[in-house]
């Protein structure tokens, strides 16, 4: 399978009507693609809305969250997108975590593989024009049918953490979407996604390994390294990625981030992250040494890397211009 580097949408400090001309650069650059996320900023749709209308570039949502939209809505959110860049956008659907669905939309985080599965059964039949009567655990629909399907077939991503979750993307997904792992992590995950696809039946080697890298675009510094330890601190406290760390075997590493963060002591728990696992998972250094650590993901086993830039500076002016010269630094004819 083609690898492909691809840029996460939209970037800080950018408003979203100066995303047209940043991904003609990007596509210019060889940039292969643009993934979109979503969690307490900008949906995921319509960013990938602006890049499908000003280039070529492949699409992907990273993700559209199957709890916090109906089924119907997702669907026909999903069709616009395509009728935008037909041929050239994927769905990327997960669950989330608990403070999204349950804090922030009222929603109740309960058996998300089932959910997931559920989703992409709907989809595959609501995408491809057909009369919808769903009855499932999770949700039923009872007789949708888009008025605008769209024209050519839609690939649906799963996002996945942990081994039930990464068997569902083998078994009926077209492609998974992993984050918040090392590249020595990488041949845990795709192995348990590779073997549930071939027992399904199905053509492993055709279901995509989609990874959000997290790369830290500042100079070295005390704040640079504070900002990626908040950053992993942030994330690592959530009770769905915490369980994922502890399945990928660093719950002894971890251990002290855990036990400081639920006594209360912030400061304690951001300090308790081990500079290991630090470099690990939000990448850093000199252009070179990024350029590098993202081929590390590839010859693991990775298919498309979609690089999040992330700059800790205070400025703003100086984070959007590390941004564009990261960009410009690890675009892929640089890298090679």
Known sequence: MLKRWALSVPFDHFALAEHASLAQEAESLGYTDAWSLEVDGIDCFTPLAVVGAATQMRLGTAIANV???????????????????????????GTGSQPIVEMWNSG?????????????????AALAGERVAFQGETFSVDGFRLSRPPSQPIPIHVAALRAGMLRTAGEVADGCIINWLSAGDVKKSVA???????????????????????VCVDPPSPESDLGRRRHINAY??????????????????????????????????VAAIPEDVVDELVLAGPAE???????????????????????????PAVRRERTLTAMREMAPAAAR
């Open 289 to 315: 040494e990024r350029n590098a650590n993202v081929r590390r993901y590839l010859e693991a086993g990775v298919d498309t890397a979609v690089l999040h830039l992330l700059s800790f500076d205070r400025d």
């Open 108 to 124: 109740r985080f309960e058996k998300p593989a089932t959910r997931v599965r559920e989703m992409v059964a709907f989809l595959r």
């Open 192 to 214: 348990v996604v590779r073997e549930a696809a071939a027992a399904a039946g199905r053509d492993a080697s055709t279901v995509e390994i989609t990874a959000r890298l997290f």
């Open 67 to 93: 709890y916090t939209r109906g089924p119907a809505t997702l669907a026909q959110t999903a069709a616009g997108l395509a009728e935008v860049a037909p041929g050239r956008f994927n769905l990327g659907i």
């Open 236 to 269: 690592l406290n959530v009770p769905v990625y915490k369980t994922f760390h502890q399945w990928l075997g660093r719950g002894e590493a971890l251990r002290g981030m855990w036990e400081a963060w639920d006594a209360g002591d912030r400061k304690g728990a």
